[in-house]
């Protein structure tokens, strides 16, 4: 998996996506279940605002000094015994990593699930590489066995599949026999999965974030694999974006809280873990550790207009909100980062040239900014990269014609006059019982799904009857 | 108290009633309302687009308009939330930026006028029947309005209001979304024509038409029989006696 799943035309994307009913029925429950149980673990913790603004600041802070602390956490993992490696690029990174597997002859890689991990291809080079490679987390799992399919959601990959489908991947990819209950299809992936963990040469985690004071990692997971993939192999390779940093454990218990409530409407997941190089005589953990820290076009969004995007934690809150990833479902995307915010990074990592629908494919009802554990300005973000598409030139020539003569016509009282008078009789031959059914180009989108209602008459404009109300004109 | 009428182009030019119910019952409870011709558009089409430069003709056009205004009222949670977005906009602006500060001050959405300002909830509306309310998402997100029109409607005799399923979710409108975005936009709005339906309502009422015309379009569409109001003209529902219109 790279950064982009999918190639086909945006349109194409979303049609598929709106044509499937197993995907929309299995996101709109979700959705519904992951927003309620948000809201009672956010209200439950209490003056969430506060905490959200905590979050904020944390955040912001530790961008505004990434150097400070990258550097603080390389001194720290260095101290421990471990390894830390910058990648200023997705090559780069992956590299890194197949030259360990290389030097350490590894076969057998387990992972347990990371965003940043498919934003570096590493599994395309881990395997071009000859390795078995299993990712341990149930829904990466399950879409690993259905041939690699890409993931639909940053928290729930697998949120697109319904009980049924998985069973039926379970049946033909690995003769699973059993019933359509969750119960027994993670037993089932558990049995695999156990052996895998246990044969592993290297384990591959990502990062929730890294402790800088501490040289260490956190990860956040709700199906212990994480750890098991970190404990039980000889060697640990974990992978962060480089913005995915705290201070000190205090900075994280306030991320951790208001990602696990976020993410999966949670106090805390089942497993919360700050993990690094084994200290000297420990009697688990690998005896190798490497932190690779991914750029990938990242410190370009530093100190941007776009910045603010860094401070997201990947909690996916703001995918369970939005009424548009509801209906066209992550794949439609096109990206590893679907719904608000992956609208809003996946044009800054990947280009305008294969993303600039994204932004547009938003109603700009700020659901996502609302629901932002860390205060994240989506919906602005998403006009801000509306500003710069426009700006680069990217709009083509009718949509802006339209745009200049609206603008026009919209801050001008004759012109707007001149719009009173002729709409009217303008829509006369298209108008039946003061209703459109089938409008013009101009708003054929609107009418092809609904009525449009016929303007007035410029003398029943409201305009005119304020005017001839005695008394009733202003200046 | 002096009001100037802030229409939105989209009540000049489509919904005349809605304006003509908003000044009657601001009327009604005692303002003295005025309408500056010059004003046109908040100037959120092309800003939403992305038309940053363009966007600010409408808005430059709009503080001028208002300049002199003591409060300005209009019927739509989202063009006054992009009042209060010009701050923002002009930042730093010397010419520009303390007028765009001035506006937001003095820019209400209806609903919140009436109770906030005026501090009035029961503006002496009947209205028989079974209504559900459609939260319009900038009413209450971004201009942050939340509990203004139930203020209000719980007031109005008459009405039952039964609770819309997945109020959160947006109708679909948005803007150049809906014209942009026409499939996406569909599968919003016909969910939201569902959760309508299934209210058993015989009305439904929301305080932005943008909106309205779109969930109203759809249902027209669908042949879906249900009775579209802008809030002020459920609150201009009062008996004739008391110089209203009554419905």
Request: hydrophobic fraction near 35%; proline fraction near 4%; charge should be neutral.
């Given at each position: 998996?790279?950064?982009?799943t999918?190639?086909?035309?945006?349109?194409?994307r979303?049609a598929?996506?709106?044509?499937?009913?197993?995907?929309?029925?299995a996101?709109?429950?979700?959705?519904?279940?992951?927003?309620?149980?948000?809201?009672?673990?956010?209200?439950?913790l209490?003056e969430?605002?506060?905490?959200?603004?905590a979050?904020?600041?944390?955040?912001?802070h530790?961008?505004?000094?990434?150097?400070?602390?990258?550097?603080?956490?390389?001194?720290?993992?260095?101290?421990?015994?471990?390894?830390?490696?910058?990648?200023?690029?997705?090559?780069?990174?992956?590299?890194?990593?197949?030259?360990?597997?290389?030097?350490?002859?590894?076969?057998?890689?387990?992972?347990?699930?990371?965003?940043?991990?498919?934003?570096?291809e590493?599994?395309?080079?881990?395997?071009?590489?000859?390795?078995?490679?299993t990712?341990?987390?149930?829904g990466?799992?399950?879409?690993?066995?259905?041939?690699?399919?890409?993931?639909?959601?940053i928290?729930?990959?697998a949120?697109?599949?319904?009980?049924?489908?998985?069973?039926?991947?379970f049946?033909?990819?690995?003769?699973?026999?059993?019933?359509?209950?969750?119960?027994?299809?993670?037993?089932?992936?558990?049995?695999?999965l156990?052996?895998?963990?246990?044969?592993?040469d290297?384990?591959?985690t990502?990062?929730?974030?890294?402790?800088?004071n501490?040289?260490?990692?956190?990860?956040?997971?709700?199906?212990g694999?994480?750890d098991?993939?970190?404990?039980?192999?000889?060697?640990?390779?974990?992978?962060m974006?480089?913005?995915?940093?705290?201070?000190?454990?205090?900075?994280?218990?306030?991320?951790?809280?208001?990602?696990?409530?976020?993410?999966?409407?949670?106090?805390?997941?089942?497993?919360?873990?700050?993990?690094?190089?084994?200290?000297p005589?420990?009697a688990?953990?690998?005896?190798?550790?490497h932190?690779?820290?991914?750029?990938?076009?990242?410190?370009?969004?530093?100190?941007?207009?776009?910045?603010d995007a860094?401070?997201?934690i990947?909690?996916?809150?703001?995918?369970?909100?939005?009424?548009?990833?509801?209906?066209?479902?992550?794949?439609?995307?096109?990206?590893?980062?679907p719904?608000?915010?992956?609208?809003?990074i996946?044009?800054?990592?990947g280009?305008?040239?294969?993303?600039k629908?994204?932004?547009?494919?938003?109603?700009?009802?700020?659901?996502?900014?609302?629901?932002?554990?860390?205060?994240?300005?989506?919906?602005?973000?998403?006009?801000?990269?509306?500003?710069?598409?426009v700006?680069?030139?990217?709009?083509?020539?009718?949509?802006?014609?339209?745009?200049?003569?609206?603008?026009?016509v919209?801050?001008?009282?004759?012109?707007?006059?001149?719009?009173?008078?002729?709409?009217?009789p303008?829509?006369?031959?298209?108008?039946?019982?003061?209703?459109?059914?089938?409008?013009?180009?101009?708003v054929?989108?609107?009418?092809?799904?609904?009525?449009?209602?016929?303007?007035?008459?410029q003398?029943?404009?409201?305009?005119?009857?304020?005017?001839?109300?005695?008394?009733?004109?202003?200046? | 108290?002096?009001?100037?009428?802030?229409?939105?182009?989209?009540?000049?030019?489509?919904?005349?009633?809605?304006?003509?119910?908003?000044?009657?019952?601001l009327?009604?409870?005692?303002?003295?309302i005025?309408?500056?011709?010059?004003?046109?558009?908040?100037g959120?089409?092309?800003?939403?687009?992305?038309y940053?430069?363009d966007?600010?003709?409408?808005?430059?056009?709009?503080?001028?308009?208002?300049?002199?205004?003591?409060?300005?009222?209009?019927?739509?949670?989202?063009?006054?939330?992009?009042?209060h977005?010009?701050?923002?906009?002009?930042?730093g602006?010397?010419?520009?930026?303390?007028?765009a500060?001035?506006?937001k001050n003095?820019?209400?959405?209806?609903?919140?006028?009436?109770?906030?300002?005026?501090?009035?909830?029961?503006?002496g509306?009947?209205l028989?029947?079974?209504?559900t309310?459609?939260?319009?998402?900038?009413?209450?997100r971004?201009?942050?309005?939340k509990?203004?029109?139930?203020?209000?409607?719980?007031?109005?005799?008459?009405?039952?209001?039964?609770?819309?399923?997945?109020?959160?979710?947006?109708?679909?409108?948005?803007?150049?979304?809906?014209?942009?975005?026409?499939?996406?936009s569909?599968?919003?709005?016909?969910?939201?024509?569902?959760?309508?339906?299934?209210?058993g309502a015989?009305?439904l009422?929301?305080a932005?038409?943008?909106?309205?015309?779109?969930?109203?379009?759809?249902?027209?569409r669908?042949?879906?029989?249900?009775?579209?109001m802008?809030?002020?003209?459920v609150?201009?529902?009062?008996?004739?006696?008391?110089?209203?219109?009554s419905?």
């Amino acid at each position: 998996m790279s950064l982009q799943t999918d190639n086909r035309k945006f349109s194409e994307r979303t049609a598929e996506g709106i044509d499937n009913p197993f995907m929309r029925s299995a996101v709109s429950s979700a959705q519904d279940s992951l927003k309620t149980r948000r809201l009672s673990a956010a209200t439950a913790l209490g003056e969430w605002e506060e905490w959200r603004k905590a979050g904020q600041q944390i955040r912001q802070h530790t961008l505004k000094h990434l150097d400070y602390y990258l550097e603080e956490l390389a001194r720290n993992i260095d101290r421990r015994g471990g390894k830390i490696y910058f990648a200023r690029t997705k090559e780069e990174a992956s590299a890194y990593i197949g030259r360990i597997v290389e030097q350490k002859n590894a076969k057998r890689i387990v992972k347990s699930k990371s965003m940043v991990t498919e934003e570096i291809e590493l599994n395309h080079v881990l395997l071009e590489m000859g390795c078995e490679v299993t990712e341990t987390d149930l829904g990466e799992y399950i879409l690993q066995v259905d041939d690699w399919e890409a993931p639909s959601h940053i928290v729930a990959p697998a949120l697109h599949k319904d009980r049924k489908q998985i069973r039926r991947v379970f049946a033909e990819r690995l003769g699973y026999q059993g019933d359509e209950t969750p119960e027994n299809l993670a037993r089932f992936a558990r049995e695999v999965l156990r052996q895998k963990f246990l044969e592993a040469d290297i384990g591959i985690t990502g990062c929730n974030f890294a402790v800088a004071n501490l040289g260490a990692i956190n990860l956040v997971t709700n199906e212990g694999n994480g750890d098991l993939t970190a404990a039980i192999p000889k060697t640990h390779i974990a992978v962060m974006g480089m913005e995915r940093i705290v201070p000190s454990l205090e900075e994280m218990e306030v991320l951790d809280n208001l990602l696990c409530r976020s993410a999966v409407g949670q106090k805390l997941t089942s497993y919360i873990t700050v993990m690094g190089p084994s200290a000297p005589g420990e009697a688990d953990g690998p005896e190798d550790f490497h932190l690779v820290v991914v750029d990938n076009g990242r410190s370009d969004i530093l100190g941007s207009e776009f910045n603010d995007a860094l401070q997201c934690i990947r909690c996916g809150a703001c995918l369970n909100v939005c009424p548009v990833y509801r209906h066209i479902g992550g794949h439609s995307y096109g990206s590893i980062y679907p719904g608000p915010i992956g609208a809003v990074i996946t044009p800054l990592l990947g280009g305008y040239d294969d993303y600039k629908e994204l932004p547009y494919a938003s109603s700009l009802c700020a659901a996502c900014t609302d629901v932002c554990p860390v205060k994240i300005p989506l919906h602005e973000q998403l006009i801000l990269h509306r500003q710069k598409i426009v700006e680069q030139g990217r709009t083509g020539t009718a949509d802006r014609l339209q745009m200049k003569t609206a603008a026009r016509v919209l801050s001008s009282p004759s012109l707007f006059g001149k719009v009173l008078r002729l709409a009217n009789p303008g829509s006369r031959m298209i108008s039946s019982r003061g209703r459109i059914v089938r409008g013009p180009a101009i708003v054929r989108g609107w009418t092809s799904a609904r009525d449009l209602p016929q303007p007035v008459r410029q003398k029943d404009s409201f305009r005119s009857w304020m005017e001839n109300r005695k008394g009733g004109s202003g200046n | 108290m002096k009001v100037s009428i802030f229409s939105t182009c989209l009540v000049d030019l489509m919904f005349p009633n809605v304006g003509k119910a908003m000044v009657e019952v601001l009327e009604r409870l005692g303002c003295e309302i005025d309408f500056p011709a010059s004003q046109v558009c908040c100037g959120q089409p092309t800003y939403n687009s992305g038309y940053l430069e363009d966007s600010k003709l409408a808005m430059k056009n709009m503080m001028l308009a208002f300049e002199h205004s003591d409060y300005v009222v209009g019927p739509s949670g989202s063009c006054i939330a992009m009042f209060h977005e010009y701050p923002a906009v002009f930042k730093g602006d010397p010419q520009w930026e303390l007028k765009a500060i001035s506006l937001k001050n003095k820019s209400f959405e209806l609903t919140q006028f009436i109770v906030h300002v005026l501090g009035i909830t029961d503006v002496g509306a009947h209205l028989e029947g079974i209504a559900t309310y459609h939260r319009s998402c900038h009413m209450t997100r971004l201009l942050g309005e939340k509990e203004t029109p139930f203020r209000l409607l719980e007031q109005v005799d008459g009405l039952r209001l039964e609770p819309l399923k997945n109020s959160d979710n947006c109708c679909g409108f948005g803007g150049t979304f809906s014209v942009k975005m026409p499939e996406i936009s569909a599968q919003m709005v016909d969910e939201k024509c569902a959760c309508v339906a299934e209210t058993g309502a015989d009305i439904l009422i929301s305080a932005d038409m943008g909106c309205l015309m779109n969930i109203g379009g759809r249902l027209s569409r669908n042949g879906q029989s249900i009775r579209v109001m802008h809030i002020a003209e459920v609150l201009n529902c009062v008996p004739a006696a008391q110089g209203g219109r009554s419905l």
